[in-house]
T-cell receptor, first 111, second 112 residues
């Protein structure tokens, strides 16, 4: 069973479109994250939710809106996509005493 | 805020030799230091971690050391093999904190 699964794995879309990436974890963790990995492989945290509540919101354009319907899901919605949004987006989950498990990533390409 | 610096950014070693990757962190409250390995097309996977009450931890060919005073921690891979080729990330997390801060990554290449 996949611990952290995110869909889709690849996403190609035009500038200006709105798209969503979904993430689900079956580990019972309380905390979920979205990370962005740019072309230089740098991993930067975007958001963190704990029990469906937003606890970390880094300097991210407000075109990015996370939504957590329950503590096993954290989706990422992006409005008005721009070329610079092209990256790999990783979902992860953890609990206070455990390591973070990562999903396989979603490669977003904005054309 | 918390910052984690990682060096080198690229590292090439002969198969069978050792590889060392070093990281420093800025927040003295950090108490958990995981290391992740990311293979091409995959998400980062934990390979070893160390907590601030321990100075060294070893798991087969992989070891991690922590110097709390200097705020340094390092990853050591001995007897490197081709499958060790990947990007490695160090990370740090504070006590009770939910944010894991990553270093900038080291691309390790093992030469046959």
């Amino acid at each position: 069973d996949t611990a952290v699964s995110q869909t889709p794995k690849y996403l190609v879309t035009q500038m200006g479109n709105d798209k969503s990436i979904k993430c689900e974890q079956n580990l019972g963790h309380d905390t979920m994250y979205w990370y962005k990995q740019d072309s230089k492989k740098f991993l930067k945290i975007m958001f963190s939710y704990n029990n469906k509540e937003l606890i970390i919101n880094e300097t991210v354009p407000n075109r990015f809106s996370p939504k957590s319907p329950d503590k096993a899901h954290l989706n990422l919605h992006i409005n008005s996509l721009e070329l610079g949004d092209s990256a790999v987006y990783f979902c992860a989950s953890s609990s206070p005493q455990t390591l973070a498990f990562f999903g396989q990533g979603t490669r977003l390409t904005v054309v | 805020g918390e910052n984690v610096e990682q060096h080198p950014s690229t590292l090439s070693v002969q198969e069978g030799d050792s590889a060392v990757i070093k990281c420093t962190y800025s927040d003295s409250a950090s108490n958990y230091f995981p290391w992740y390995k990311q293979e091409l097309g995959k998400g980062p996977q934990l390979i070893i971690d160390i907590r601030s009450n321990v100075g060294e931890k070893k798991d087969q060919r992989i070891a991690v050391t922590l110097n709390k005073t200097a705020k340094h921690f390092s990853l050591h891979i001995t007897e490197t093999q081709p499958e060790d080729s990947a990007v490695y990330f160090c990370a740090a997390r504070g006590m009770g904190a939910s944010k894991i801060i990553f270093g900038s990554g080291t691309r390790l290449s093992i030469r046959p």
